[in-house]
């Protein structure tokens, strides 16, 4: 057999058979892409839980941590003080003035709640637009600083990413900080038991986020003050 005939023997790849292929391969490589995108969704999305989480239980741990502090009052002052039954009292046994109250109970009256995005995004550590996240601690006492922290960490959307809906079905991401009175007697809230004789103070933190599909939300006990 001559070279000549050897070679009309020989059949190479066509031209169909090598888009076919390339196809395939392209089909391929566009499934893996499609992968790794849904895989970097799924730890940003796990990221920001878990950022949620760590945030929550910080509200309720700063507000029980500090509920024996009063807001509105210069903490080296000492003006007031907290008797045995939890309530805050002057020296010499009087009430303290109206607004000099304590932690939970300041909350309660002056609620947090940030219902739209700051605009505020971007780099935490940017000088020309970072926040402190305190007061003067001097002159300020626990209540002021942490609710102030709150205010920069859940408002400013720096450490939160905060989404609009797109829709408009909801206001979006929103985050609130509130506390509920339990008792009998004015201040109370709605529905309260009437064999409630001390006053039960029930903090909630909440935090909605994917445009305000997904929720967050702590109970816990901020307070409590025995009926004298």
């Known amino acids: 057999m001559t070279d000549f005939t050897k070679k009309k023997l020989q059949k190479g790849i066509s031209l169909v058979e090598a888009l076919v292929s390339t196809a395939i391969v392209a089909i391929g490589f566009l499934a893996v892409f499609q992968l790794v995108n849904y895989s970097v969704n799924s730890i940003d999305v796990s990221a920001e ?7 929550t239980s910080m509200v309720a741990e700063d507000m029980i941590g500090s509920r024996d502090q009063t ?10 003080s907290i008797n045995d039954y939890g309530k805050p009292v002057k020296l010499d046994g009087s009430n303290c003035p109206e607004d000099i109250r304590k932690f939970a109970e300041d ?13 505020k995004g971007g780099p935490i550590f940017n000088k020309d637009t970072m926040t402190s996240i305190y007061k003067n601690a001097l002159t300020e006492g626990a209540p002021e600083n942490k609710k102030n922290r709150w205010e920069v960490i859940l408002g400013e959307d720096r450490y939160l990413k905060c989404r609009q809906d797109p829709s408009g079905a909801t206001l979006g991401d929103t985050k609130s900080v509130k506390v509920y009175k339990i008792c009998t007697g004015d201040g109370c809230m709605a ?10 103070y029930m903090g909630r933190v909440e935090i ?5 599909n997904k929720r967050r939300s702590l109970y816990f006990q901020a307070d409590y003050i025995f009926k004298e």
Do not use: M, W
């Open 191 to 200: 529905g309260s038991s009437a064999t409630v004789f001390d006053e039960i």
């Open 49 to 55: 839980r878990t950022k949620i989480n760590y945030i």
């Open 208 to 212: 909605n986020t994917n445009g305000g």
């Open 71 to 80: 807001a509105n009052t210069n903490p080296s002052s000492k003006e007031c």
């Open 107 to 119: 909350v309660r009256q002056n609620p947090l709640e940030f219902n739209t995005c700051s605009g």
